[in-house]
């Protein structure tokens, strides 16, 4: 073997190197963002001087840079675990709105609970809509073989019909105010602020634990082990006696979960109100941090952080440098470009439509 | 004789391994040469190297005395080179004529000319008395067909030198010989065929040359003529080869699987099973014999679970477990030797561990409640790779990385572990070389000696012939005849697997009983 | 006499509503009949949406219409590249596209326009033109009669897309990279070549999709203006079995679904929400598809790698 495939081997062997990949896209990404920037007339050492400092130069920085990391965390995992059982999950940021809008609702209709029950109960609200919204593509590939991709983002569009029609004047959770938002959060049912003079809260910890969760699920339980059974060979899980229709399902209600957790909490930490599209587009940034962090719970926190920063300093990229924060979304794409460019025949992730995908038992 | 064709010093290297080292290899015109060695010797790549599917690393190709260089099947094509390859390289939705003009179509001005097309595609079929019908599509017509269609392929191009790839892995007896006679006929027109296999006796029935290619490297060129079974096998594997497998004295017992009756459906919605019947007894190892798509399928996936049985029963030791999950097949000790070993069998970026997970990650001590225990399954794997002598540097490594003799052994391992009393086994040496092929028979017999029931589905004649006890052929999706294994004649099988009858057809309840 | 005048008006509006997921689901019949799974073509449509515009403003709406083709083509090139040369897994491909023709857009639309954010100001756009004879005719005058030239030309494409892949080498060809490659392989067609073709094609029929969108039906771009229509047109593909025909029949029916849900909301007839009736493309699409369960088949390999090895 020559040297660079001694190396490539080694690599190979530690694990590292999709580590590696996963770093070498983000920094292509970086450079070809910063092209990018040149051409369309802006600095990219300014652009990207605000952007660090934005996200973690100072004490309000850090908060934001929290305060975005908690819903990536969260759409990433849904993302993740999907994936595993061979599955795409388009619809997240659909997912993510519906769980606002439960969370929204159980936080300004119930009165007369104490904090430590309103929460929690009002995320499980949130939830259980994201559950339902996740397990409907589930059921229609399980049991019709229609593909998820479609499926979910025409879920998608159908959830922001949904809370705008909530929220717009006639809707039934509007303000009686001039403002298209449902009313204000109970103070009891609002996720505590962590970090003083910031908007930081709870949410993180809720984030973090998930990843726990997530961890011990895939790789410490039956459940785990038939999902990425699924995920890899449905003919072959089949024939271990796994029920392949019945896993799909139950991940996608578990990945609309995760994802519907994500607009609950940014509902309850940070708007404390429902109104359309709360969300930035951490729906489409799941996909790239999930991708990035090798389908793994903890590669997705680390990129999590990676893209909450980048969407935390964006607004100071914005007012310093004049610069739309939908810089982020470009690079995203890029990441996933980058990613694609270096992961031949899918990786780990082995899907297609109709053929070979996660619910193909027959051919 | 002058050589139609020169292959010389053809190396050809794939990332890890020599595919072919140094190979010289001198065709004669109008000659039937045989290109013989087991699976993975370079066979199928030296002849992809010379149909310009391949480029060699090293080495010459020499066409009619000229040098030449095939960067694709086209500039092969254009020398009079063909080729027949295992797998069909044919479109299942396109017709035959569709098929046929592919890559060098008749056109009338933009529009494709299918009329003229098949005018020649009626043409070539009376010339060659390759019957052929131009409007049918590929996915209709029954495999033997589909053989002469690609050959059909091959002359409509102008091919005087035929590569055939393997082509009797898919015919019952009968259609081998017709396959001979269309080789002799196509010999006797002056051309010249290539005729790869691993087949010993059809080298000697059918070749006047053979090349044995063994590991990447030519062995030898010799006349077939003289040459036996025995020497062919030698030269092919480089040691003396058991060629019949030692069958011990069978003890039979009570039926362990009652078939009753059974009808299912293929994926295409088509019927598969019509009406089989059968029964395995504890010790006994019924091979299943029949030319594939014949319903040999999808018996084994009713047998096991994985497909729905429309009517009929399945009684495994008295319960009835028709249609029931997979599940349940292996908790009332059915074991599964899958014909894919790399669809079904195996998850090969699954780590051999959580391999040897699959069908008992539900069963303690692996399963406590919602959680799995992989330090126990670790302990499990390890026994079973040193059980079994599974060559692999670690437990931990996928799958993916092990031969494929390694890999039937590990599923082998894992079935085997579940103790069952039936062992159904689907094809279960396919692809494997000699060494691996020994070792999965003597597998199969160790476990009949100790009183399980196997029931052997394969579409090697000669693997059935020498295992079973008894015999049972299916065709279209019946069980067309059974036969005592040791009365058995590879023409009276080759009859019931193209559809005939034999005269004394033995009953089908129970074996011969020993005294 | 005003229903019928309503409906006729309807049928015209659903032409022009469906001629971008026409568009887009004739881009995704060429890639996939080649193999090639391109979910990336509402992401290609958004960009050339918006390229479209840039071309009207700087030059002229016709200049629009090539600059969103080329935009369509290079999107392509670039999935076809990952899906076909590195052989990367084609969903992931493609969503890179999605999200990265979300943002860019709005990147620039700042730089050329000072002031304006997410909505760029009006540009000419492509006038809509009146067919002499067949505006006159009952019936189908004030359907047909009275459009805009890219709707013609996505009503033509159809039978000419049909007669490409049918009844041409070339769409002989593509078809047979699509559904078994090595058999195309082995008589010496060349798979990757075939398959860049037909997603770049593709891409150049969602730019063409794009380019109506924006400067034919509108005369402006504002973000996210696509709405889905991509994806509406992949699954009208599916709807029609691969078929440039059937998918029309598809495009038509979400076509109509907008419509009728615009319409209804203005005549206030159903006592359901606005908001709601938005949805009801949508709703139509996951209804199309499934009642299409285990009849609608996919070319053989489509959506997988070929190795030549």
């Known amino acids: 073997m020559s040297t660079r495939e001694k190396v490539r081997h080694l690599l190979e062997q530690s694990g590292s190197l999709t580590l590696l990949l996963s770093l070498a896209a983000v920094l292509f990404a970086l450079v070809a963002g910063a092209i990018m920037l040149v051409l369309t007339r802006h600095n990219p050492a300014v652009a990207y001087a605000a952007l660090w400092k934005g996200a973690f130069g100072s004490r309000r920085g850090i908060g934001e840079t929290l305060l975005s990391t908690t819903p990536l965390i969260l759409g990433g995992l849904a993302v993740t675990i999907a994936f595993r059982c061979g599955l795409f999950n388009m619809g997240v940021e659909g997912q993510i709105a519906l769980g606002g809008l439960g969370a929204a609702w159980a936080g300004y209709w119930i009165r007369g609970l104490p904090a430590y029950i309103h929460q929690p109960f009002a995320l499980l609200v949130g939830v259980l809509l994201s559950v339902i919204w996740g397990a409907i593509p589930g059921y229609l590939k399980a049991r019709f073989k229609m593909h998820e991709v479609i499926t979910t983002i025409m879920l998608n569009y159908i959830a922001f019909n949904i809370d705008g029609w909530a929220v717009a004047v006639g809707g039934p959770m509007k303000d009686p105010g001039p403002l298209p938002a449902s009313p204000v959060i109970l103070a009891t049912a609002k996720l505590p602020r962590i970090l003083p003079q910031t908007r930081a809260h709870a949410g993180i910890f809720i984030a973090l634990a998930c990843v726990v969760l997530v961890w011990y699920l895939l790789f410490h339980t039956r459940l785990g082990y038939c999902i990425r059974a699924v995920g890899l060979n449905p003919t072959a899980a089949e024939y271990g006696g796994i029920n392949v229709p019945r896993h799909l399902v139950a991940t996608m209600a578990i990945s609309g979960a995760l994802g519907g957790l994500a607009g609950a909490v940014e509902v309850l930490g940070v708007h404390y109100r429902l109104f359309e599209a709360f969300s930035p587009g951490y729906g489409w940034d799941a996909i790239a941090v999930a991708l990035l962090g090798m389908l793994h719970p903890v590669g997705t926190l680390l990129s999590a952080l990676l893209f909450g920063a980048l969407r935390s300093g964006s607004t100071l990229m914005q007012t310093v440098a004049n610069i739309s924060r939908d810089m982020v979304m470009v690079i995203s794409g890029l990441v996933i470009f980058f990613i694609a460019l270096t992961r031949p025949l899918g990786g780990a992730v082995h899907t297609s439509r109709g053929g070979q995908s996660g619910a193909d038992l027959d051919a | 004789m002058p050589y139609v064709i020169e292959m010389r010093g053809i190396t050809k290297r794939f990332p890890g391994v020599v595919a072919n080292h140094h190979i010289n290899l001198s065709i004669e015109q109008g000659e039937i040469h045989g290109l013989l060695g087991e699976n993975g010797a370079g066979k199928t790549t030296l002849m992809n190297i010379l149909y310009g599917l391949y480029r060699p690393d090293e080495g010459q190709i020499i066409v009619r005395g000229e040098l030449v260089h095939f960067d694709s099947p086209r500039d092969a094509i254009a020398k009079g080179i063909g080729m027949v390859h295992q797998h069909f390289m044919l479109i299942p939705v396109f017709t035959v004529t569709e098929n046929l003009v592919l890559g060098a179509e008749l056109t009338k001005g933009i529009a494709l000319d299918m009329a003229t097309a098949e005018d020649k595609v009626r043409e070539l079929s009376d010339k060659y008395g390759l019957k052929a019908e131009p409007g049918a599509r590929i996915e209709d017509l029954p495999v033997g067909i589909q053989q002469r269609i690609e050959i059909l392929k091959a002359l409509y191009r102008n091919a005087d030198i035929m590569i055939l790839d393997e082509p009797t892995a898919v015919l019952t007896p009968q259609e081998v010989e017709e396959l001979y006679n269309v080789m002799r006929m196509l010999r006797q027109r002056g051309h010249t065929i290539i005729f790869i296999t691993h087949k010993l006796r059809e080298i000697l029935t059918i070749c006047d040359r053979v090349t044995v290619l063994r590991d990447g490297k030519v062995v030898g060129t010799q006349s077939a003529h003289g040459l036996t079974e025995a020497s062919l096998a030698r030269m092919m594997v480089g040691r003396d080869v058991l060629l019949r497998v030692e069958k011990p004295v069978a003890a039979y017992g009570k039926p362990i699987l009652e078939v009753q009756d059974l009808y299912a459906r293929d994926n295409r919605g088509l019927p598969a099973l019509n009406g089989v019947s059968l029964n395995v007894c ?131 391992a894992r079935e085997f572990e579940r103790q069952p009393q039936l062992l159904i086994a689907a094809q279960p040496t396919r692809g494997l070389d000699v060494g691996a092929t020994e070792f999965v028979h003597q597998q199969l017999m160790k476990q009949r000696s100790e009183g399980k029931a196997i029931l052997l589905v394969s579409s090697e004649l000669s693997e059935i012939m020498d295992l079973s006890d008894r015999i049972i052929v299916m065709y279209e999706g019946r069980v067309q005849g059974a036969v005592d294994a040791a009365k058995a004649t590879e023409e009276m099988l080759g009859l019931l697997m193209a559809g005939g009858q034999i005269e004394k057809a033995r009953p089908l309840e129970g074996p011969h009983v020993n005294p | 006499m005003q229903i019928w005048m309503l409906s006729l008006a309807m049928l015209a509006s659903t032409l022009r509503i469906a001629t971008p997921i026409i568009y887009a689901a004739l881009g995704s019949v060429m890639s996939e009949r080649g193999g090639v799974i391109n979910i990336g073509i509402e992401g290609t449509m958004l960009l050339a949406c918006f390229t479209a515009v840039v071309g009207a403003y700087y030059w002229s709406p016709w200049v629009g219409v090539l600059i969103a083709m080329a935009t369509g083509g290079l999107m392509a090139l670039i999935h076809a590249y990952l899906s076909v040369t590195i052989k990367t897994n084609q969903i992931i491909s493609a969503t890179a596209i999605n999200i990265f023709a979300v943002g860019l857009p709005n990147l620039v639309v700042p730089i050329i326009w000072k002031g304006h954010h997410a909505v760029s100001p009006v540009v000419p756009r492509i006038p809509d033109v009146r067919l002499p004879i067949i505006a006159n005719l009952p019936i189908v005058g004030p359907v047909l009669g009275h459009q805009n030239p890219l709707v013609y030309v996505a009503l033509i494409l159809v039978p000419v897309l049909h007669f490409i892949l049918f009844k041409t080498r070339f769409g002989l060809r593509l078809r047979a990279v699509g559904e078994h490659p090595r058999a195309a392989d082995t008589v010496g067609v060349n798979v990757a070549r075939m398959r860049y073709i037909g997603v770049i094609s593709g891409g150049i029929l969602a730019g063409m999709g794009g380019a109506f969108l924006s400067i034919g039906y509108m005369s402006q771009y504002s973000a996210a203006m696509t709405q889905g229509r991509g994806f509406m047109g992949l699954a009208a593909m599916i709807f029609g079995n691969w078929k440039p025909a059937g998918a029309l029949l598809a495009c038509l029916i979400f076509g109509f679904a907008d419509a009728f849900q615009a319409a209804a909301q203005s005549a206030r007839v159903l006592p359901i929400s606005p908001r709601l009736l938005l949805s009801l493309p949508y709703i139509m699409t996951l209804i199309a598809l499934a009642g299409l369960v285990g009849k609608s088949i996919p070319p053989a390999a489509d959506g997988k790698p070929y190795e030549k090895d």
């Open chain 2, 282 to 412: 504890t010790g006994e190892l019924v091979g299943v014999a029949g030319v594939e798509g014949n319903g040999q399928t999808e018996l084994v996936e009713v047998l096991t679970g994985l497909r729905r049985a429309e009517s009929g029963k399945v009684l495994v030791n008295g319960r009835d477990l028709t249609n029931q999950h997979p599940s349940k097949f292996f908790a009332n000790g059915v074991g599964h030797i899958p014909a894919d070993r790399h669809r079904r069998g195996l998850i090969l970026d699954f780590s051999l561990v959580e391999n040897f997970l699959l069908g008992f990650q539900d069963c303690p001590p692996f399963a406590e409640g919602p959680r799995l225990k992989y330090a126990e399954a670790r302990k499990l794997a390890r026994r079973l790779v040193q059980n079994l002598d599974i060559r692999t540097p670690s437990i931990e490594v996928p799958a993916r990385t092990l031969s494929g003799g390694n890999q039937q052994k590990a599923i082998l």
